[in-house]
């Protein structure tokens, strides 16, 4: 759909990149979203390291969602993905995909990897929905509830097929 098809309050989505002073607006949409979210710290220890960080915004500077990657040789590697729970179910998730595949790509990285909670069959299939195939487990990879840890899945996306 070209720009001037798009309804008027989508004409103005764009990716900006995640600062320290967008932080005070992130947190709370990363708490909302998730059982154990990323603190500020999680943050500005992947800006310090120079890893990917951009934000989906619409007109007015509301944050949508925002991603969290790391290159390593020819492979980007997702870190963190959310969308704001206030916009979800809107296809947003999609789009930080797209935009993720995309910054890919213009490095040449040929893999996009990632893990994803087992529970998590909402992600996984919005995941496999964009192309994302089911590769390994990592047994009780994340934290859970009551000191317990929950496996993950590790998929993986051919950038180049």
């Known amino acids: 759909m070209s720009p001037a098809r798009l309804p008027a309050d989508q004409q103005a989505i764009r990716f900006v990149p995640l600062t320290e002073a967008w932080l005070d607006t992130l947190l709370p949409v990363e708490q909302q979203a998730y059982s154990h979210p990323w603190t500020r710290g999680n943050f500005i220890d992947a800006l310090a390291a120079g890893y990917e960080a951009q934000l989906l915004v619409d007109s007015e500077q509301q944050l949508l969602g925002y991603f969290v990657a790391m290159t390593v040789l020819d492979e980007v590697h997702l870190l963190n993905l959310t969308v704001a729970p206030a916009h979800q179910h809107r296809g947003w ?10 910054w890919s790509r213009q490095r040449q990285a040929a893999w996009l990897w990632l893990e994803v909670r087992t529970s998590n069959a909402r992600a ?20 859970a509830a009551d000191g317990q840890r929950e496996h993950a899945i590790i998929m993986s996306l051919n950038l180049w097929p």
């Open 124 to 143: 996984r299939s919005i995941y496999e929905k964009h192309g994302f195939q089911q590769i390994a487990e990592r047994k009780n990879y994340y934290p």
């Open 93 to 102: 998730a999609r789009v930080i995909l797209d935009g993720l595949a995309l």
